[in-house]
Structure formats: structure tokens, C-alpha cells
């Protein structure tokens, strides 16, 4: 009998004890719950002893011919990775999502893997390039500018001038205006079954914990561009637009126009945000000496700068179609985004217990606005007639 083996006899042991004192007091539940561990170490023990033998009989065939790694056939190379592999989740905690034996069989090992192939997602660094806030309360970000009087036309502001002396100056100003940011509530909850976290060769828990972090990641980075009716304002929300002349194409003028919109103090961190399949139609448009707009950049995260500006490229952004909003330009310090509560992600391993599963849940609180309609700009595609 080997150490593990020892040591699962002890536990189950301990645990008998356990439960027989709470059966004396009557605590039903608390007992009935401890004799489920014992089953469960049990189960272990039994596969302990199980490898423990095949040890056993190795060792006394160790005379016969050793066949190298090339000559195992696919089988026994997965029996002997599957070995392995149980030798070191045995005594493993573990944790899962809506993940089941049933619709996620691939996840269990018939040949052993260690990979997830997951589909890449584009995403442009909108909320890094941000202004972020962390307000329990409503945040007020005070905006200054022209200010309108009843029946007059002209905005009114701040006026410098020409003065002859012994003249009265004549005051005016602008007003103050405030973008408001409360916070919005996001939460996901995913479960896995405990069979799947069993039966994988791969710790299933952690996956899921980094896939919700990502999923996260997704859903900021489109409301934080596109806004969400009812809840927060994005990036596309601005007030500064150019119209393309097309309801189905961008010419290297439109582009030209629409970097022009943003003032020229506002330039030094302005970049580019487009959709996968608008940046292939902008890649292929040429200037009057039939050289590319787009050009190479190495030392850049992408490789392409536009018109001397880095290119973002999200799948979260819209495609080219009738009045889509399909280039954003400029700086996104403009957009405001204040977190209340940071993403928040938790492995629950008690509240699905009589489920045999366990939860991964996920919260964060945000809001966000264009503070600064100056320093970003869109590219609106033409209404169809």
C-alpha cells in the first residue's frame, strides 16, 4: 500500500467519526453531507489502488522487452497520458459552468488534449484609451461653452477686442454645462457540472474564469462604442459627424474630411477604429500616384498607420451599410467612463452543490458618456433613398 492510499484510509477514517457525531446530535444534513465526502474518497481510493497494481504488475514485467514511446499504439498512449493525468487531479479541488458531460463531450478525453481552440475576437483599445473615473455616487464632469439667450441668435462667450479708452468693456460669458455618470449593474453566471471537471484533462474551472473575463472584456468594449439604449452612451454617440456621400463606400476624401474635424490640439493622440472588413475596402484605396493610404508601420502593435495615424480594428464596430456609423476618429479621452464596481469574478462552490455543479460569476458596475464631442468624430454613411 503506497502513501496516497494510507492517507485516503485515514481521511475516510476521520470522516466516519465525523459523521457519527453529528448522526448523535441529530444533525441529519451535516451528517448526510460528510458521508457524501466518504464516497467521494472512496472513489479516490479505489483508483489509487487500481494504479497502485498497475505499478505492481509493470515492475514485475519490468524483464520483459521495454517498447519505446514510437512503438505504444494510440490507445495505450492515451491510457498512459489518461494515467497521468488522474494521478494529478486525484486530489485536485475542483470547480465548473452550463458546461455538461452531454452537450461538451469534447472536453472529455477519448485521445488526450491540453488545448482549447478558441475563435479570436478583434478588439480595439477603446476603454484603455479612455478617460476613467471611480465615483460611488453620481459623477458630475463640469463642460464649458457658448451659451444662447432667449431671442437672440448669436452664441455668447468670452469676447476679446479692440478698446479705445475711457470705453466701457462690455462683459459676457459662456455657461456651464455637466455630463452626469451614474452606474449600470453587469453580471453573468455560468455553471459546470462536476462530471466534466472530473473526466477533463484540463482544469475546466480556470478556462471558464479566463473565457468570462474575456466575454467581459467583449461586451465593455461594444457598449463603450456603441452605447446601450436606455443604460450607457458610446464612443459613437458624438455629435461631431461627417456624412460619406455613399451608402456602400468611403473614398480617401471622406477620410481626409473626417480627421479634419477634430481640432488640431486634439490631434497627438487621435487614432483610427473600424470594423475588420471597412479596414480591407480603406487598405485598398490609392492616392493620385496609385500608392496605398494605409502604410506600414513596424513599430506599432498593428503594422498600419493611416494618414500618420495607428488603426484600431473591432469586430464591434459597424459594418458599411445604409446610415451606419462606420469610422470612428480621435482622441478617446473624449469618452468618460466611470467604474463603480471593477469587474468581479467568483468561483461559487457550496450554492450548486445539490445541482453536483459549480457556479462562475461574474459583476461589474459602469456607466459612460462623450464628454468632449471635439475629440471624436464619425464617419455616417449615407441614408438609402
Given at each position: 500500500?503506497?502513501?496516497?492510499?494510507?492517507?485516503?484510509?485515514?481521511?475516510?477514517?476521520?470522516?466516519?467519526?465525523?459523521?457519527?457525531?453529528?448522526?448523535?446530535?441529530?444533525?441529519?444534513?451535516?451528517?448526510?453531507?460528510?458521508?457524501?465526502?466518504?464516497?467521494?474518497?472512496?472513489?479516490?481510493?479505489?483508483?489509487?489502488?487500481?494504479?497502485?497494481?498497475?505499478?505492481?504488475?509493470?515492475?514485475?514485467?519490468?524483464?520483459?522487452?521495454?517498447?519505446?514511446?514510437?512503438?505504444?499504439?494510440?490507445?495505450?498512449?492515451?491510457?498512459?497520458?489518461?494515467?497521468?493525468?488522474?494521478?494529478?487531479?486525484?486530489?485536485?479541488?475542483?470547480?465548473?459552468?452550463?458546461?455538461?458531460?452531454?452537450?461538451?463531450?469534447?472536453?472529455?478525453?477519448?485521445?488526450?488534449?491540453?488545448?482549447?481552440?478558441?475563435?479570436?475576437?478583434?478588439?480595439?483599445?477603446?476603454?484603455?484609451?479612455?478617460?476613467?473615473y471611480h465615483s460611488k455616487g453620481t459623477l458630475k464632469i463640469p463642460v464649458y461653452g457658448d451659451k444662447t439667450v432667449s431671442g437672440d441668435?448669436?452664441?455668447?462667450?468670452?469676447?476679446?477686442?479692440?478698446?479705445?479708452?475711457?470705453?466701457?468693456?462690455?462683459?459676457?460669458?459662456?455657461?456651464?454645462?455637466?455630463?452626469?455618470?451614474?452606474?449600470?449593474?453587469?453580471?453573468?453566471?455560468?455553471?459546470?457540472?462536476?462530471?466534466?471537471?472530473?473526466?477533463?484533462?484540463?482544469?475546466?474551472?480556470?478556462?471558464?474564469?479566463?473565457?468570462?473575463?474575456?466575454?467581459?472584456?467583449?461586451?465593455?468594449?461594444?457598449?463603450?462604442?456603441?452605447?446601450?439604449?436606455?443604460?450607457?452612451?458610446?464612443?459613437?454617440?458624438?455629435?461631431?459627424?461627417?456624412?460619406?456621400?455613399?451608402?456602400?463606400?468611403?473614398?480617401?476624401?471622406?477620410?481626409?474630411?473626417?480627421?479634419?474635424?477634430?481640432?488640431?490640439?486634439?490631434q497627438g493622440a487621435a487614432a483610427w477604429y473600424m470594423a475588420p472588413a471597412t479596414f480591407t475596402a480603406i487598405r485598398k484605396l490609392k492616392?493620385?500616384?496609385?500608392?496605398?493610404?494605409?502604410?506600414?508601420?513596424?513599430?506599432?502593435?498593428?503594422?498600419?498607420?493611416?494618414?500618420?495615424?495607428?488603426?484600431?480594428?473591432?469586430?464591434?464596430?459597424?459594418?458599411?451599410?445604409?446610415?451606419?456609423?462606420?469610422?470612428?476618429?480621435?482622441?478617446?479621452?473624449?469618452?468618460?467612463?466611470?467604474?463603480?464596481?471593477?469587474?468581479?469574478?467568483?468561483?461559487?462552490?457550496?450554492?450548486?452543490?445539490?445541482?453536483?455543479?459549480?457556479?462562475?460569476?461574474?459583476?461589474?458596475?459602469?456607466?459612460?458618456?462623450?464628454?468632449?464631442?471635439?475629440?471624436?468624430?464619425?464617419?455616417?454613411?449615407?441614408?438609402?433613398?
Open positions: 500500500m503506497n502513501k496516497k492510499m494510507r492517507e485516503f484510509l485515514a481521511a475516510i477514517e476521520e470522516k466516519q467519526k465525523e459523521a457519527r457525531s453529528f448522526a448523535d446530535a441529530n444533525e441529519t444534513d451535516k451528517a448526510a453531507g460528510i458521508l457524501d465526502e466518504i464516497d467521494d474518497l472512496k472513489k479516490q481510493y479505489e483508483t489509487e489502488e487500481k494504479l497502485f497494481k498497475l505499478e505492481q504488475e509493470q515492475a514485475a514485467n519490468s524483464h520483459e522487452e521495454v517498447r519505446t514511446e514510437k512503438e505504444l499504439t494510440q490507445s495505450e498512449k492515451d491510457v498512459k497520458a489518461f494515467a497521468g493525468y488522474v494521478r494529478a487531479m486525484v486530489n485536485k479541488a475542483s470547480t465548473p459552468q452550463n458546461i455538461t458531460m452531454g452537450n461538451n463531450g469534447a472536453i472529455i478525453p477519448q485521445t488526450i488534449a491540453s488545448q482549447i481552440i478558441q475563435k479570436v475576437k478583434e478588439l480595439c483599445p477603446i476603454y484603455a484609451n479612455s478617460t476613467i441668435d448669436a452664441p455668447h462667450n468670452i469676447t476679446v477686442g479692440f478698446a479705445a479708452e475711457f470705453s466701457e468693456l462690455t462683459a459676457d460669458a459662456g455657461a456651464f454645462s455637466s455630463v452626469d455618470l451614474t452606474g449600470y449593474l453587469v453580471g453573468a453566471l455560468t455553471l459546470i457540472g462536476k462530471s466534466v471537471v472530473n473526466n477533463a484533462d484540463i482544469d475546466v474551472t480556470n478556462f471558464i474564469v479566463n473565457e468570462m473575463g474575456k466575454k467581459i472584456a467583449e461586451f465593455l468594449e461594444d457598449k463603450l462604442l456603441n452605447g446601450a439604449s436606455g443604460y450607457n452612451q458610446g464612443a459613437l454617440a458624438t455629435t461631431t459627424t461627417m456624412n460619406a456621400g455613399s451608402t456602400s463606400a468611403i473614398t480617401a476624401d471622406n477620410l481626409i474630411d473626417l480627421q479634419a474635424k477634430i481640432p488640431t490640439a486634439y492616392d493620385g500616384n496609385n500608392r496605398y493610404l494605409l502604410q506600414d508601420d513596424i513599430t506599432g502593435t498593428f503594422p498600419y498607420r493611416l494618414l500618420g495615424k495607428p488603426v484600431y480594428i473591432s469586430d464591434n464596430m459597424p459594418a458599411i451599410a445604409s446610415a451606419a456609423k462606420a469610422v470612428l476618429y480621435g482622441d478617446a479621452s473624449g469618452l468618460a467612463v466611470n467604474i463603480r464596481e471593477e469587474q468581479n469574478i467568483q468561483v461559487l462552490t457550496e450554492k450548486y452543490a445539490t445541482q453536483h455543479a459549480i457556479g462562475v460569476v461574474a459583476w461589474m458596475e459602469f456607466d459612460s458618456k462623450v464628454a468632449d464631442n471635439q475629440k471624436l468624430a464619425t464617419l455616417v454613411m449615407s441614408a438609402n433613398s
